[in-house]
């Protein structure tokens, strides 16, 4: 993959089997926020501490493939340690019936939105 000239993100060259990984834990992330707000919207406060538990436990891209691991910035990881962090945060509000869970849902999605300004997925040629 060449990236467009006006791309200012970092690249991470990955082989097509990195990428695809990589790429489904995007998507398993996504469709777990998805799972969440909906939670979220019905007040379902154990099923959103619940999600938010798996949530951090999921293995991210570098613990699914070995060689990958050593690739990804320390950005990268540090960006996906503060969602787990974000996450674990809205399971605690999730089980307080009082707490907010909007702000730290919103710290985990500012985190992504960071992740995917700063680095791209280049494939290896």
């Not at 060449?2 to 082989?15: C, K, L, Q, S, W």
């Not at 293995?59 to 990958?68: C, D, F, K, S």
């Not at 787990?84 to 009082?98: G, M, N, V």
């Amino acid at each position: 993959m060449i990236a467009p000239p006006d791309d200012p993100r970092e690249g991470v060259v990955v082989t097509l089997e990195e990428r695809e990984v990589a790429l489904l834990v995007m998507r398993q992330n996504l469709e777990n926020l998805h799972e969440i707000m909906a939670a979220m919207g019905t007040e379902d406060r154990a099923r959103v501490a619940t999600l938010a538990r798996e949530a951090v436990k999921m293995p991210g891209p570098g613990r699914r493939v070995p060689a990958l691991r050593a690739k990804l910035p320390d950005g990268w990881r540090a960006i996906s340690k503060n969602i787990k962090i974000s996450y674990t945060k809205l399971a605690t509000a999730a089980e307080d019936p009082e707490a907010n869970m909007a702000a730290p849902l919103s710290e985990a999605t500012a985190a992504c939105v960071a992740c995917h300004a700063s680095y791209r997925l280049d494939l290896q040629l």
